[in-house]
């Protein structure tokens, strides 16, 4: 399975995270990023042995776009740190049901059932609800012909890192997002999931230049409609 490298160096390998494969390996065994990221490293630079490579950031399995991974130890660290203290910047599009207003700031408290990996909307004096914030844009509205529904394209900024943020927060506001099976009633077996990681802001941990990479969404439908 091919990579689109959008940028590499010494420090950092930042590619297009391919849709439905996950970021990690988990007890399914599927093809994971992490490990597509060692194999090209390694293959790149006929590199002997096991090749570090940090996972510094998650996206979900269904969800594509720019991702960022640490060549070495010290990278990890500091791309950790930048999340923590919320420096690095996560910009996100997502086709979602219905007609959004111009923009909107989010905040809500989440709950996740590790059980069923769920994550849902509760009052913020529930144990272990954690406080999720996200701003978005309206980036244009469109009429579906092919499903006779109004959508729109949204661009969103990620405050926190929440797991399942973006989909529980739209569609808890009757915005359920494009083809997300899990939060939305009105998705069909089939569909892809309308979400995109579209841009990503970091400082590079050892030039301390801030670097900006971004990964346009493919040009499938529902993005066509845009």
Not at 35 to 55: A, I, Q, R, T
Not at 120 to 147: C, G, P, Q
Not at 165 to 190: A, C, M, N, T, W
């Amino acid at each position: 399975m091919k990579l689109n490298v959008i940028y590499e160096d010494n420090h950092l390998l930042v590619v297009e995270k391919i849709p439905n494969i996950l970021s990690q390996a988990d007890n399914t065994k599927d093809v994971d990023m992490l490990s597509l990221c060692k194999s090209y490293v390694k293959e790149k630079y006929d590199k002997p042995g096991n090749v570090f490579m940090g996972l510094v950031h998650r996206l979900d399995r269904p969800v594509g776009g720019v991702m960022v991974f640490a060549k070495t130890s010290k990278a990890a660290s500091r791309l950790s740190d930048q999340i923590r203290t919320r420096t690095m910047k996560k910009t996100y599009q997502a086709v979602v049901v219905g007609k959004c207003e111009k923009s909107g700031d989010y905040v809500d408290y989440l709950y996740k059932n590790t059980e069923k990996n769920m994550v849902s909307v509760v009052d913020k004096k529930k144990k272990d609800a954690k406080e999720a914030k996200l701003s978005y844009r309206l980036i244009k509205d469109s009429y579906s012909k092919k499903d006779k529904k109004e959508y729109s394209l949204v661009e969103i900024d990620l405050h926190t890192g929440r797991p399942h943020q973006i989909r529980v927060q739209f569609s808890s506001r009757k915005h359920p997002l494009y083809g997300d099976q899990r939060y939305s009633s009105e998705s069909k077996v089939g569909e892809q999931i309308a979400l995109w990681a579209t841009k990503l802001e970091l400082f590079h941990p050892t030039k301390k230049e801030k670097m900006i990479f971004e990964c346009r969404p493919p040009k499938e439908y529902p993005w066509n409609l845009f």
